[in-house]
């Protein structure tokens, strides 16, 4: 019972959909993709996982993630030393699809929020895991919507700033060696904050 309104790509191959809702500017059409689906079953490059600052495994896409990849993850997370807030590491993805997962820690919205700091730790979260993406000579990765859970960060203001980091990203010429750059959403409230919002950063033509 998922109404996919903004299916840009089919999630198979992630080829693009023959029908979509949504017309994404032509400089980066081929580029961006909005699904809602669960990030495990995603067959790319990379996906990017919600960690916390152990990598050790938690709840929500962490969880499933860690199920999905079997206990090899966990023993690679180990060896990592953990992640400071606003960075990521990449792992291999074992068991998953995906071949590299890349732990993202994302900002808890309420404490980082008192200290002004919210915008720039998320915006460092994906900087950091593109560039990874790009420096392990990876095509395509894809995002869950990192602290919109437990870490309780309001979908619209997640979403605009994951967006227009990828933009920036994209602009300096730094992701030029990436295919596709996937928002793979869960729910429905952050799957209608990204409807809402791409255009802004990627207008129609
Ligand atoms: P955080 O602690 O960073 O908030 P969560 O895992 O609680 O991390 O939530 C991050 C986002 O991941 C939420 O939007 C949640 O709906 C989403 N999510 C949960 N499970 C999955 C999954 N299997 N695939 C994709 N996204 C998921």
């Given amino acids: 019972d998922i109404p996919c309104v903004s299916l840009l790509y089919k999630l198979d191959r992630l080829k693009p959909a023959e029908s979509s809702t949504y017309t994404p500017s032509s400089t980066y059409n081929d580029k961006i993709a909005l699904l809602r689906n669960d990030i495990t079953k995603l067959e790319v490059d990379s996906i990017v996982n919600a960690a916390n600052n ?66 720039s730790l998320l915006q460092g979260c994906y900087r950091t895991s593109l560039e990874l993406a790009v420096d392990n000579k990876l095509k395509s990765i894809a995002f869950s919507a990192l602290s919109t859970g437990v870490y309780g960060y309001p979908s619209d203001e997640a979403a605009e700033t994951a967006i227009g980091e ?25 799957e209608k904050a990204y409807f809402d919002m791409i255009p802004k950063f990627f207008p129609p033509d």
């Fill in 54 to 119: 152990s990598l050790l495994g938690g709840g929500g896409v962490d969880g499933a993630i860690h199920r999905a990849a079997g206990p090899e993850l966990y023993d690679e997370c180990e060896l990592l030393d953990g992640c400071v807030t606003g960075s990521a590491k990449i792992t291999k993805g074992y068991r998953l699809p995906a071949k590299h997962v890349i732990h993202a820690v994302g900002p808890v919205y309420q404490s980082t929020k008192r200290q002004g700091k919210h915008t």
């Fill in 166 to 190: 990828v933009r920036k990203f994209l602009d300096s010429g730094k992701g030029d060696s990436l295919e596709r750059i996937v928002f793979c959403n869960f729910t429905e409230k952050d």
